[in-house]
């Protein structure tokens, strides 16, 4: 199985603060990745798929970059509606895995 | 509006098979593959597999010797069965769509999963 880590596990930033997210895969998936982002009792929403793509509907101060082994999930000015742990999911291979996720937190 | 609903009990016994029904609404299962997908704080987030209209079927390893997933067209639902469950079992379990894309040649799906359910908790107990 591809393993995916993420980077960093717990953040703490403040509204409008530019925050980066780091995935890892154990090896090269080109651009097969997706994020997701997960409020607490709630499933996880699609943000970004193919690395880089946007959704619809989600808003353009998040981006994703990447390719191989190495993805950035990049949010501009932090909005209060961002607070939430976020997941990277790699669809290069089967079986499909996510990454341990990252909770963004109000500092 | 896609609407995914996952049912089932909330509880299963060990060595008992877990069955779940994810109805979906407003959207037709023949036209998509569909995945079961679990959560737990141990595990996090871990795909079951996917079955697509015509029964063809990819199950993680893992938990293949387990695992079975059906469709019925007829009333739009997909079903999930997992035998001789232990409490390593218990979990979140979601269903949830895969995104398609369309060219001018044809359409295609990849394994991101852009509509979900909300997720059923079962826990495994005696």
């Known amino acids: 199985d591809i393993q995916l880590t993420q980077s960093p596990s717990f953040l703490s930033a403040s509204l409008g603060d530019r925050v980066t997210i780091t995935c890892r895969a154990s090896?090269?998936?080109?651009?097969?990745l997706a994020w997701y982002q997960q409020k607490p009792g709630k499933a996880p929403k699609l943000l970004i798929y193919?690395?880089?793509t946007l959704q619809g509907g989600v808003p353009s101060r998040l981006s994703g970059s990447g390719s191989g082994t190495e993805f950035t999930l990049t949010i501009t000015s932090l909005q209060p509606e961002d607070f939430a742990t976020y997941y990277c999911?790699?669809?290069?291979?089967?079986?499909?895995?996510f990454g341990p996720g990252t909770k963004v937190d109000i500092k | 509006q896609v609407r995914l609903q996952e049912s089932g009990p909330g509880r299963v016994k060990p060595s008992e098979t877990l069955s779940l029904t994810c109805t979906v609404s407003?959207?037709?299962?023949?036209?998509?593959?569909w995945s079961w997908i679990r959560q737990s704080p141990g595990r996090g987030l871990e795909w079951i597999g996917y079955?697509?209209?015509?029964?063809?079927?990819n199950y993680r390893p893992s938990l293949k010797s387990r695992v079975t997933m059906s469709v019925d067209t007829a009333t739009n639902q997909i079903s999930l069965r997992l035998t001789s469950v232990t409490a390593a079992d218990t979990a979140l379990y979601y269903c949830?769509?895969?995104?398609?894309?369309?060219?001018?040649?044809?359409?295609?799906?990849?394994?991101?999963?852009?509509?979900w359910g909300q997720g059923t908790l079962v826990t495994v107990s005696s």
């Open positions: 090896e090269d998936i080109k651009n097969y």
């Open positions: 079955i697509y209209k015509n029964g063809s079927t």
């Open positions: 407003g959207y037709s299962i023949s036209d998509n593959y």
């Open positions: 193919d690395a880089s």
């Open positions: 999911q790699q669809l290069y291979s089967y079986p499909v895995t």
């Open positions: 949830a769509r895969a995104r398609v894309y369309c060219d001018t040649a044809s359409c295609y799906s990849d394994d991101a999963f852009d509509i």
